[in-house]
């Protein structure tokens, strides 16, 4: 089975881009997108319908910020899918989450907050640690009931000085805080495994994420903030990840994943 990340940065304009090429092309089993900015009418309107897919589009209704969705094949067996979490404290704001539940494991698509999405950088920060702690309370109690875990989009967190090309630069800027990368060190240290880690644990220059400004992407130069992570259960049925780095609709690119089930 073959996984795709993608935040889209706005999924009318990546529809001008060759978007149902790049579907065509890659073939993905399922498709993960953040950042769809769009109302569910202008998704229908400008991108709809996708050959063979069928698709989950978040709950609430912005077309100008956040938003996720899921694409998933015909053949793929959905058993249960959300897009309205409002058992659960914080998930249900912003539009961040989508979730597809197979035989298999549950597959959670997110965009973690980043530093607009509040006006006080302090009460920014806490909302965005304190997401993280309602992920890992809720990918746990998955796991312990005996589900695999894929959680994956855009993480807003750089977690590592190796996942950035200029970390002490970047010390004390978001996304890079101490505070930041020590939330994402705990989520892995409750049984998660970061899958490109798993494979290339020392790999340099790999990112998914480059500022407009700068020239930075034909540099080479900024963050790797999109992941695919895993309960450790599950890591064995990982083959392959790869960051799509020559795909250039987005200042962010695709990651794929490869999974044997």
Request: hydrophobic share 45%; proline share 3%.
């Amino acid at each position: 089975m073959k996984i795709i990340t993608w935040n889209i940065n706005w999924i009318r304009a990546v529809a001008q881009k060759w978007f149902k090429e790049f579907i065509a092309l890659e073939s993905p089993d399922i498709l993960c997108i953040q950042e769809t900015k769009a109302f569910e009418a202008q998704f229908l309107k400008d991108v709809w319908p996708v050959e063979w897919y069928n698709y989950i589009w978040h709950a609430w209704i912005s077309a100008w910020y956040a938003g996720t969705a899921i694409f998933y094949k015909n053949s793929v067996e959905i058993l249960n899918w959300r897009n309205h979490f409002e058992d659960v404290e914080h998930f249900h704001t912003d539009w961040r989450i989508t979730e597809i539940k197979t035989r298999d494991f549950v597959l959670i698509n997110w965009y973690f907050p980043n530093w607009w999405t509040r006006a006080d950088w302090t009460e920014m920060l806490w909302y965005k640690l304190e997401f993280y702690n309602k992920i890992i309370d809720y990918a746990n109690k998955l796991v312990l009931s005996w589900e695999n875990v894929i959680i994956t989009g855009d993480f807003n967190i750089c977690h590592t000085e190796i996942d950035i090309a200029r970390p002490k630069e970047n010390e004390d800027s978001i996304w890079f805080l101490p505070v930041e990368r020590a939330k994402f060190w705990e989520m892995l240290s409750n049984g998660y495994i970061d899958t490109f880690r798993y494979f290339y644990p020392n790999k340099k220059d790999v990112y998914s994420w480059w500022s407009y400004r700068a020239w930075a992407r034909p540099r080479n130069v900024w963050w790797r903030l999109d992941y695919f992570v895993v309960n450790k259960s599950f890591v064995d049925k990982v083959e392959w990840i790869e960051y799509m780095t020559d795909v250039m609709w987005s200042d962010h690119c695709p990651v794929k994943l490869e999974i044997n089930y």
